[in-house]
């Protein structure tokens, strides 16, 4: 997670997964290996997966792969280049860094082969968004051409950018694909509660949903007033916007109402996310009905930036913009976007990358729709791509849209100027209060509000901000606005100021709700006063978790005399990212005690676990504050099975590997005393349900079994070199076994079953 530190951080959301791969100004490399010479044939009429023998992806090869084409209007069986679909885990679990799905575009209906990156790189500023580059893609060593390589919308997208995964997921997709005639549009009309009419235009991607996604549609057009209770109206707003001024008509903006995801949140909010923009930038012509379209580029710079707002099929346009406070962040979005992409034609800088990148890649690319000419000319130049459709110059179409928009009385209204937001305190302590200034000028603001929350991923709460000298904000009238008091009990508040006038709002920072201030609430906890104090990244039969599964733990311990509440701590093993696991709030270690995390990203199952796993070929773990304080940390290297990596002594010395010691002080067995390298001592049978037969070259001595708590549940002297012990009664478990003969301590491990 990045910041920006100000008086507090500024937090900009998370989207830097296998950040190589999706690189903007970066070509991979895919080449696919099919045994079948006929690929193109079978993939055509496949239906589904078709096994690849192998896919390189930069030099990495992967076996038995699925491949299959995907796509509706750039989908054709007289093309050699349509789009691919690769999932690397369709017949076996694998991935590349973390990647399993592969969306590839074949650059249908672009010749300027920059609309889909550029747009994706645009909308990410402001909403969760795929990113995207490009692909050369190779079949059986046959150069296919050059693609866009856009991060698929799955489970892991959601995973990494709503911290979830499990809650209702759908795809707006019109049955049997969209076409200009289409009567199930995902309009998200409320059509009454019979789920199949809702399944001719909405594709469920989780296991149950359609009763919530039903609920939404209701709300939204017939509750409108709890609409924030079921949809995350803001990232909405910033979808609606984009759409706007950048003329993305094949979206819910459009005739079509398509091309967009909905995932609920933890808030119980649906979230839309967008998709599918090679016809962004005006080359989707049609607005409400194939005889309304907007065919020439002078028509999409003119474009109506409330398009919509009064037609009975697009509710979410409707509805919300009825609302003047939603109008007004409305307008507030499309001004950013405005500022910070086309006003100062930075939009252009980018798009000039773009092409560079791709330019050598494009003279190569034998299979494109379009001259390399086409390619030099599309950015200023608007050529018709066929019957129906003209793609706009880029540069021609948002020069002429910049200018109608910044001249429209809504954006040549005074903005309010949001500046100099101050806290009462600037390290406050966790659970306790702080309050808030923010200087509004510049305008005779009817409202103020401040937007807060203190967990990632919730909704924000708003409240109003007041200037009249009872609300923290000194004297009356003055253009400082104050809150009440509001209690910070967690690890940070995240936060951002909202003011309106009649006309049109303004936020600080400019791209909230996305981004937003934040300032951290810090613990009376010192560095060392929490150990991280052993851990163990490869278990395979040692202890389990509270569902019974072997997996990845780290321990924490109070090395102090006192309680030690561990409210606003994070894990992580990731240098760059402290915060990546936050401890639960209300936790309070006793002196001298001990508490086990498991790091297995389960984080629904019972206990505690983190959204990580340990590598058993070495890495670090962190435990830190939100202010980026650490409290300890580790680095281990590769680690054997059911080895534990410990402080010896505990809570305090260096990590040594040991056998563990599982919610227990660490010199239970000493370390000094264990030479697995030098065992004289052999077990069998190993697992065992009932005798333990032990064998040594030398007399056996003192024998003793301890469980890895450190418990002694067997103690024997042993004159001779052979031994049996009946271990049926011990429970089920992993068991250490000591021979002391002479000085010399010999130290075998075996299982119970």
């Excluded at 040594?696 to 079994?705: K, N, W």
């Amino acid at each position: 997670m990045k910041k920006r530190l100000l008086i507090a951080f500024v937090f900009i959301s998370l989207h830097a997964f296998a950040q190589d791969f999706y690189e903007r100004n970066t070509i991979q490399e895919i080449r696919l290996t099919f045994t079948d010479p006929n690929w193109h044939q079978t993939l055509l009429f496949a239906g589904g997966y078709t096994p690849a023998q192998s896919v390189s992806i930069n030099g990495t090869v992967f076996e038995n792969v699925g491949v299959k084409y995907k796509g509706n209007s750039s989908f054709s069986t007289l093309n050699m280049k349509n789009p691919f679909h690769i999932e690397l885990d369709a017949y076996q679990n694998q991935d590349y860094h973390g990647i399993k799905d592969i969306k590839l575009s074949n650059v249908f209906y672009d010749p300027s082969f920059i609309r889909e990156t550029l747009s994706y790189d645009i909308l990410g500023k402001y909403m969760h968004a795929p990113r995207a580059n490009y692909a050369n893609v190779y079949v059986n060593e046959i150069l296919i051409g050059l693609y866009v390589n856009t991060e698929a919308i799955t489970k892991t997208f959601v995973k990494n950018h709503f911290g979830s995964n499990t809650h209702p997921f759908f795809k707006a997709a019109i049955m049997g694909g969209a076409n200009l005639n289409s009567t199930n549009k995902p309009n998200l009309l409320y059509l009454g509660t019979d789920q199949f009419d809702y399944e001719t235009r909405f594709e469920m991607n989780s296991d149950t949903g359609w009763p919530d996604l039903i609920n939404l549609t209701n709300v939204l057009n017939n509750n409108t007033t709890q609409i924030e209770t079921v949809l995350d109206v803001d990232r909405t707003l910033w979808m609606l916007a984009f759409n706007n001024v950048l003329v993305n008509l094949d979206s819910y903006t459009g005739l079509l109402n398509h091309n967009y995801y909905l995932y609920q949140d933890d808030s119980g909010r649906f979230s839309p996310i967008v998709w599918d923009l090679n016809m962004s930038f005006g080359t989707f012509d049609f607005l409400s009905s194939q005889n309304d379209f907007v065919f020439q580029t002078s028509q999409k710079i003119a474009m109506s930036h409330i398009a919509q707002q009064n037609r009975v099929n697009w509710p979410l346009i409707r509805r919300l913009l009825a609302i003047p406070r939603y109008k007004k962040i409305y307008l507030a979005h499309m001004q950013t976007i405005l500022d910070e992409n086309f006003t100062n034609d930075s939009y252009i800088t980018t798009a000039n990358a773009l092409r560079n990148t791709i330019d050598s890649s494009v003279q190569s690319d034998a299979n494109k729709f379009y001259t390399y000419a086409d390619f030099l000319n599309s950015l200023n130049t608007t050529m018709l791509v066929d019957d129906n459709f003209s793609s706009s110059g880029i540069v021609e179409l948002m020069t002429g849209r910049k200018n109608f928009l910044s001249n429209l009385p809504d954006f040549t209204a005074i903005k309010p100027v949001i500046s100099d937001i101050v806290p009462s305190n600037a390290t406050p302590l966790i659970n306790t209060n702080i309050s808030f200034t923010a200087n509004v000028t510049n305008t005779n603001a009817n409202a103020v509000l401040f937007g807060y929350r203190t967990r990632l991923n919730m909704a924000f709460t708003k409240i109003p901000m007041f200037d009249d000298g009872a609300h923290n904000d000194g004297v009356a009238g003055d253009n400082i606005y104050g809150t009440d008091a509001l209690l910070i009990n967690n690890a940070y508040m995240q936060y951002y100021v909202y003011a309106e006038n009649n006309t049109i709002g303004a936020f600080s920072p400019a791209r909230a709700e996305h981004e937003f201030h934040s300032i951290a609430a810090i613990n009376n906890i010192n560095p060392g006063e929490i150990a991280i104090n052993e851990l163990m990244a490869q278990n395979t039969e040692t202890i389990t978790d509270p569902a019974g599964q072997f997996e990845d733990w780290i321990e924490l311990y109070n090395n102090t005399s006192s309680p030690l509440l561990l409210d606003g701590l994070f894990l992580s093993d990731t240098a760059t990212n402290l915060q990546k696991w936050q401890l639960p709030s209300g936790i309070t270690m006793e002196p001298g005690s001990y508490l086990t995390v498991w790091a297995d990203e389960d984080t629904t199952e019972e206990g505690l676990h983190a959204d990580f796993k340990l590598s058993a070929s070495g890495e670090s773990v962190f435990l830190s504050k939100a202010d980026g304080t650490l409290v300890d940390s580790v680095t281990f290297d590769a680690q054997a099975a059911n080895i534990s990596y410990a402080r010896n002594p505990n809570g305090t010395g260096s990590f040594v590997n040991q056998e563990p010691t599982f919610n227990a002080n660490n010199q239970t067995l000493s370390v000094a005393e264990v030479s697995f390298e030098n065992n004289a001592i052999a077990v069998y049978p190993n697992p065992t349900s009932g005798n333990l037969h032990i064998i040594s070259a030398l007399a056996l001595g003192t024998v003793e079994i301890y469980n890895l708590v450190g418990q002694k549940v067997f103690t024997q002297n042993e004159a001779s070199n052979q031994l049996s012990i009946n271990v049926a009664p011990l429970p089920s478990g992993t068991y250490l076994l000591k021979c002391h003969n002479q000085g010399k301590v010999s130290v075998s491990r075996f299982v119970k079953i």
